[in-house]
Structures are given as C-alpha cells and as structure tokens.
C-alpha cells in the first residue's frame, strides 16, 4: 500500500528482456534504500515492484506481462524517469490517498498550460475509466496522488504546483506523454459491491449492465 507522495525520481539503467516478461534496473536517486529487504514494495511510476535485487545505488525488479500490457511500461526504455515510493508503514503520515500500486490503464497528456506559478495539465484517460473519475476527486497520475479540478468527458484536469513538478517525473511531461492511471479504490470497489448477488455471474457482459444498475440505484442523474 502506499499514499501517492513521491520521495524520490530514480532512473532506468538496464532491462532485461525475457519471452514476455522483463527485469529491470533501477537507480533510485536519493531514495533511502537503508531499510529495504529482497522482497519489499517499490512503486514504479505508480506501480508495484518486489526488490529482487540490491545494490549501493539502486535495485532491480522483475515486471511481469501483465503489467506491461496495462501500463506505459509497454514503452519504458534505458534512462527513463520513475517516480518512486517505499510501501507505507503504519505509522506513517498519510498525506495523500490510498494507493495500491495495481495500475488500471494509461492516460495521454493532451495540453499544456501554465497558470500563474502553476501548471495546468489536461489528460485523456481511456473511455472504460471515465466513469470512475470524478471533479475534486482522488488519482494517481505515474504514483503521483492528485486531485481532479475539472472533467470533460473522459478528460480531465489537473493545476500542479511547481513543487510536485520540481519532485517528480512531471518536470518531463509534454503533449503526447502516456501516464500510469490508478483510479480511486473506493469507487473500484463500490461498482463490485453495487453488483450484489449477480457479482457471481459471468463478467462477460459487465460493460452492458453497471451503468444502468448505478442509475437505477440513484447514483446517476
């Protein structure tokens, strides 16, 4: 688990690519790695990686398909920037929202927009996400923890501070940037509970029914 707050920018250094799946190479920056294990969590741009290899500088991982296939690391490659995050502990300060590092979909940055000291970000997420983004509500953009302003459809909004751009990977971020995209798990979670006793069915037809199932229960207008 982890709170989307960024604790350092590391580097890609090698990847290993194997029938489907790869390892990779990490410098991890400033990151304190004194009380990391083999074993441990480290969100990568907002996903979730076993250590399975230390050094002085940095760490390896192994990424598996499935996380290829649903995240940007589909086109990661030597010299990459990554945000990383150590799990939290239980007696940590909890200073953004739940994270679970489980990566749902990809997001392209569609405009660019300064705005007084800040900077505002438009994002295309894809069409199956929209439902689950809500203006003024949770996201975690690349492991970053955010808050939607705005939503058009399945894009929305976002005003960064020159902080979290200076502390993180968005200082890299231009118009066709592709961004990992966790949802909020409150609203992952609700749309199972909403399911009740057809959540034992067969999910082939989900797309169809959910919608209408949140309508007929008030949630939509």
């Excluded at 970000?121 to 199956?128: C, G, L, N, T």
Aim: glycine content about 10%; proline content about 1%.
């Amino acid at each position: 688990m982890f709170t989307g707050i960024i604790a350092a920018v590391g580097h890609v250094t090698a990847i290993k690519h194997n029938e489907k799946d790869m390892t990779i190479s990490v410098d991890s920056g400033s990151l304190d790695l004194s009380d990391v294990k083999l074993g441990d969590s480290i969100a990568n741009n907002g996903v979730c990686l076993t250590v399975t290899s230390l050094s002085a500088n940095g760490f390896d991982a192994d990424v598996s398909y499935e996380t290829i296939k649903r995240s940007g690391f589909s086109q990661i490659k030597t010299g990459f920037a990554l945000n990383l995050e150590k799990a939290m502990q239980m007696n940590d300060r909890f200073g953004g929202h739940i994270v679970s590092g489980h990566v749902d979909g990809v997001g392209e940055i569609t405009a660019i927009t300064p705005l007084g000291s800040a900077v505002e970000y438009w994002i295309k997420a894809p069409d199956e996400l929209a439902k689950y983004i809500a203006e003024k509500g949770s996201i975690s953009i690349d492991g970053i923890s955010l808050t939607t302003n705005e939503i058009d459809g399945a894009f929305f909004k976002l005003t960064i501070i020159p902080h979290t751009i200076a502390q993180t990977n968005m200082v890299n971020y231009a118009v066709g940037t592709q961004v990992n995209l966790e949802i909020d798990v409150i609203a992952r979670y609700l749309e199972r509970l909403m399911l009740g006793e057809k959540a034992s069915q067969s999910t082939k037809n989900k797309n169809k029914s959910t919608m209408d199932l949140l309508a007929r229960s008030g949630f939509l207008g």
